[in-house]
């Protein structure tokens, strides 16, 4: 792991954050399923935030088991699909849980769809009162409810908890940029957007309905690449690190 550079004795700029994880962020690059490694390598990376006393809740995906919009496309019920993809977030969840426990952070998954033998029941307070007492939280099966993505969960839940920023951890760019960088190596990266920029550019940060749920609550938004080592870390500490999507100033 490459040395985090923080300063010493530097304060966190923000003490309660949502982070939202793709689901492929665990995966092979270019393969699908979970990476222990991978796995293993970013519970460290919560570890050191848990270390910091910051509480964290994650949300996280299952483009790595599944995507409900490409079965939809080939002639599934959505509804059908999009249930599916909530049950492949639980499997990420618990595998996410497993790793952090493994290096000593204590974890509860909470998820929106009932399923008591495996993950407690989605209750707000419940999920608060985890946070206090310095447990990360990692909210499965998104919101419960199909036609609703884990980006609309993770803005969702930001809200409910009272987060102040949310993390979005990108495993391929390391901030938003005004086309594909993979494929235009000319792509310009922004520092910082409004979400109305977003919004109007049609720019692929978070869907339409999460951006304008931040936006309507002023819950600003960190893009940042998960694989450079202790960028979770600087995203919290407040550092200026990919881009940067709030209210115009």
Same mark, same amino acid.
């Given at each position: 792991?490459?040395?985090?550079?923080?300063?010493?004795?530097?304060?966190?700029?923000?003490?309660?954050?949502?982070?939202?994880?793709?689901?492929?962020?665990?995966?092979?690059?270019?393969?699908?399923?979970?990476?222990?490694?991978?796995?293993?390598?970013?519970?460290?990376?919560?570890?050191?935030?848990?270390?910091?006393?910051?509480?964290?809740?994650? @949300?996280? !995906?299952?483009?790595?088991?599944?995507?409900?919009? /490409?079965?939809? +496309?080939?002639?599934? *019920? $959505?509804? %059908?699909?999009?249930?599916?993809?909530?049950?492949?977030?639980?499997?990420?969840?618990?595998?996410?849980?497993?790793?952090?426990?493994?290096?000593?952070?204590?974890?509860?998954?909470?998820?929106?769809?009932?399923?008591?033998?495996?993950?407690?029941?989605?209750?707000?307070?419940?999920?608060?009162?985890?946070?206090?007492?310095?447990?990360?939280?990692?909210?499965?099966?998104?919101?419960?409810?199909?036609?609703?993505?884990?980006?609309?969960?993770?803005?969702?839940?930001?809200?409910?908890?009272?987060?102040?920023?949310?993390?979005?951890?990108?495993?391929? @760019?390391? !901030?938003?940029?005004?086309?594909?960088?993979?494929? /235009?190596?000319? +792509?310009?990266?922004? *520092? $910082?957007? %409004?979400?109305?920029?977003?919004?109007?550019?049609?720019?692929?940060?978070?869907?339409?309905?999460?951006?304008?749920?931040?936006?309507?609550?002023?819950?600003?938004?960190?893009?940042?690449?998960?694989?450079?080592?202790?960028?979770?870390?600087?995203?919290?500490?407040?550092?200026?690190?990919?881009?940067?999507?709030?209210?115009?100033?």
């Amino acid at each position: 792991m490459d040395e985090v550079e923080t300063d010493a004795g530097a304060k966190p700029r923000f003490n309660r954050v949502l982070l939202k994880l793709s689901g492929q962020a665990l995966a092979q690059e270019n393969h699908g399923g979970i990476d222990l490694d991978v796995l293993a390598q970013f519970a460290l990376e919560v570890k050191e935030i848990a270390l910091l006393e910051i509480q964290l809740a994650i @949300v996280i !995906g299952a483009g790595n088991f599944i995507r409900g919009s /490409d079965y939809e +496309a080939r002639g599934m *019920d $959505r509804s %059908t699909a999009d249930q599916m993809g909530m049950l492949g977030t639980v499997i990420n969840a618990l595998a996410l849980q497993n790793a952090l426990e493994h290096v000593g952070v204590g974890t509860r998954v909470l998820s929106a769809v009932a399923m008591q033998a495996v993950a407690e029941p989605y209750i707000l307070r419940r999920a608060v009162r985890h946070l206090e007492k310095g447990r990360v939280v990692i909210f499965a099966a998104g919101t419960g409810n199909p036609y609703f993505t884990t980006d609309t969960a993770a803005s969702l839940r930001a809200l409910e908890i009272g987060a102040q920023v949310i993390l979005k951890a990108s495993h391929t @760019v390391d !901030g938003v940029y005004d086309r594909d960088p993979m494929r /235009d190596p000319g +792509a310009k990266r922004f *520092d $910082r957007l %409004t979400y109305l920029e977003v919004l109007q550019k049609n720019l692929k940060v978070m869907d339409s309905t999460a951006i304008s749920m931040c936006m309507d609550n002023h819950l600003p938004i960190v893009v940042f690449n998960l694989r450079k080592a202790g960028n979770i870390r600087r995203a919290v500490m407040g550092e200026p690190i990919g881009t940067w999507v709030e209210s115009a100033s």
